[in-house]
């Protein structure tokens, strides 16, 4: 069995996390100007007037206000000139004031106030006559906006929203490759806790254990751990399952750095492989790759993904969804969101361009048997691709030599 699986015991796997020391910076003042002023840009493009970003992982992109979706609206309206406008209910004002990175104009709601109306007066003040609404806002905000709007344009802002996210700049792609060096630091301690007989609810507390450790903002955001046949699922099945010699372990986890996450998984042997986890293993690892090759500014994303399953299609599996193969698509966006546009996937005819950044995981199923997962993630430059993380070597040795 290869030294990087089991070896290490509780106490030693804790004696190696400590909060981690190559920190990126955090995202600046300036990034937060440029981000608005290419929303503006976009806006113009589609002939809005407004721009209006619910709470959500937009909302942080936007202004440093990191609160998630409630029932009371949490906005920032958005306009050719002047100031954002954040409109908040007036018993968080002064969590507003440490959460906000950005000058902006507030405008506070009592209880028994209408904050749609605030939109409204906004909007006349600045003359926007149309709207563009975040596409992550709720329906109930949609409609109700609808109705004290009256006359004015609401349009989707998807094509602002994700024109502005899916390019990462240099400061989003540090916080980035600082949450997937953790992650992957966090695998290689989960795998040397390996042995027979531990569960996969020890190996799922002690890498959320160890995110936080390294300083993650609060954890693992999720985590699967699988042993032999429940691999064969690609998000796991339910309950505690406990570990057997010869049997595949399939990882998958990660974490969030001031909001932008990683998401690793690592499949490997616990014992001796079967030649037909082996070839499956090396045929995953194949179509991986053959993904990451076809990689290069200008390459639609569904053709990256037609590469991975070409290879997989050359073995005799699949074609298309079908099993044993290739059950999802090749890969998904990352950053503030774990996954959000582009997506690696037939139809999906995005150019890639210097600064997306995308998953590359063609998970390979054996119906009823196991399932072999290697996911990495990577993003475009100017040349191609460069990885986030250095995939997995060998079925026995999970990770590349540090």
Same mark, same amino acid.
């Given at each position: 069995?290869?030294?990087?699986?089991?070896?290490?015991?509780?106490?030693?796997a804790?004696?190696?996390?400590?909060?981690?020391l190559?920190?990126a910076?955090?995202?600046?003042a300036?990034?937060?100007?440029?981000?608005?002023?290419?929303?503006?840009?976009?806006?113009r493009?589609?002939?809005?007037?407004?721009?209006?970003?619910?709470?959500?992982?937009?909302?942080r992109?936007?202004?440093?206000?990191?609160?998630?979706?409630?029932?009371?609206?949490?906005?920032m309206?958005?306009?050719?000139?002047g100031?954002p406008i954040?409109?908040?209910?007036?018993?968080?004002?002064?969590?507003?004031?440490?959460a906000l990175r950005?000058?902006?104009?507030?405008?506070?709601?009592?209880?028994?106030?209408d904050?749609?109306?605030?939109?409204?007066?906004?909007?006349n003040e600045?003359?926007? %006559?149309?709207?563009?609404?975040?596409p992550?806002?709720?329906?109930?905000?949609?409609?109700?906006l609808r109705?004290?709007l009256?006359l004015k344009?609401?349009?989707?802002?998807?094509?602002?929203?994700?024109g502005?996210?899916?390019?990462?700049?240099?400061a989003?792609?540090a916080?980035?490759?600082q949450?997937?060096?953790?992650?992957?630091?966090?695998?290689?301690?989960?795998?040397?806790?390996?042995h027979?007989?531990i569960?996969?609810?020890?190996?799922?507390?002690?890498?959320?254990?160890a995110?936080?450790?390294?300083g993650?903002?609060?954890?693992s955001?999720?985590?699967i751990?699988?042993?032999?046949?429940a691999?064969?699922?690609?998000?796991g099945?339910?309950?505690?399952q406990?570990?057997?010699?010869?049997?595949?372990?399939l990882?998958?986890?990660g974490?969030?750095?001031? %909001?932008?996450h990683?998401d690793?998984?690592r499949?490997?042997?616990?014992?001796?492989?079967?030649?037909?986890?082996?070839?499956?293993?090396?045929?995953?690892?194949a179509?991986q790759?053959?993904a990451?090759d076809?990689?290069?500014?200008g390459?639609?994303?569904?053709?990256?993904?037609?590469?991975?399953?070409?290879?997989?299609?050359?073995a005799?599996?699949?074609?298309d969804?079908r099993?044993?193969?290739i059950?999802?698509?090749t890969?998904?966006?990352?950053?503030?969101n774990?996954h959000?546009t582009p997506y690696?996937?037939? %139809?999906?005819?995005?150019v890639l361009?210097?600064?997306?950044?995308?998953?590359?995981?063609?998970m390979?199923?054996?119906?009823d048997?196991? %399932?072999?997962?290697?996911e990495?993630?990577?993003?475009?430059?100017?040349?191609?691709?460069?990885?986030?993380t250095?995939?997995s070597?060998?079925?026995?040795?999970?990770?590349?030599?540090?």
């Amino acid at each position: 069995m290869s030294k990087q699986i089991g070896g290490l015991d509780v106490a030693q796997a804790h004696a190696a996390l400590s909060p981690w020391l190559n920190r990126a910076p955090p995202i600046d003042a300036g990034e937060y100007e440029r981000r608005r002023e290419h929303a503006r840009r976009l806006m113009r493009a589609q002939r809005v007037d407004a721009l209006l970003i619910t709470a959500g992982t937009s909302l942080r992109y936007f202004s440093g206000i990191s609160w998630g979706a409630s029932e009371r609206l949490v906005a920032m309206l958005l306009t050719a000139t002047g100031d954002p406008i954040v409109i908040c209910p007036a018993f968080e004002a002064g969590s507003l004031a440490h959460a906000l990175r950005i000058a902006a104009d507030v405008r506070l709601w009592d209880e028994h106030d209408d904050p749609q109306a605030l939109v409204l007066d906004a909007m006349n003040e600045r003359h926007a %006559g149309s709207l563009a609404l975040d596409p992550a806002a709720p329906f109930g905000v949609f409609s109700r906006l609808r109705h004290t709007l009256g006359l004015k344009t609401i349009v989707d802002a998807s094509a602002i929203v994700d024109g502005c996210r899916k390019q990462k700049s240099a400061a989003e792609l540090a916080l980035m490759k600082q949450a997937t060096a953790m992650t992957l630091q966090v695998h290689r301690l989960a795998a040397g806790l390996i042995h027979e007989g531990i569960s996969n609810v020890e190996l799922s507390r002690f890498i959320d254990t160890a995110h936080r450790a390294l300083g993650a903002d609060n954890g693992s955001t999720f985590c699967i751990v699988q042993f032999g046949q429940a691999t064969a699922y690609p998000h796991g099945i339910p309950g505690e399952q406990r570990l057997s010699e010869n049997q595949l372990i399939l990882i998958d986890t990660g974490c969030t750095v001031q %909001g932008y996450h990683s998401d690793i998984t690592r499949t490997y042997i616990y014992g001796q492989a079967s030649a037909e986890q082996a070839r499956i293993w090396e045929l995953e690892q194949a179509a991986q790759q053959a993904a990451f090759d076809a990689i290069r500014p200008g390459v639609s994303c569904e053709n990256v993904d037609t590469a991975a399953r070409k290879v997989v299609e050359r073995a005799g599996l699949g074609p298309d969804y079908r099993l044993p193969g290739i059950p999802h698509r090749t890969g998904h966006g990352c950053g503030m969101n774990i996954h959000e546009t582009p997506y690696l996937v037939r %139809g999906d005819a995005t150019v890639l361009q210097p600064g997306m950044c995308c998953s590359n995981e063609p998970m390979i199923v054996v119906p009823d048997q196991f %399932g072999v997962r290697l996911e990495d993630h990577f993003y475009v430059t100017e040349a191609g691709a460069a990885w986030f993380t250095p995939p997995s070597p060998a079925i026995d040795q999970p990770f590349a030599s540090a």
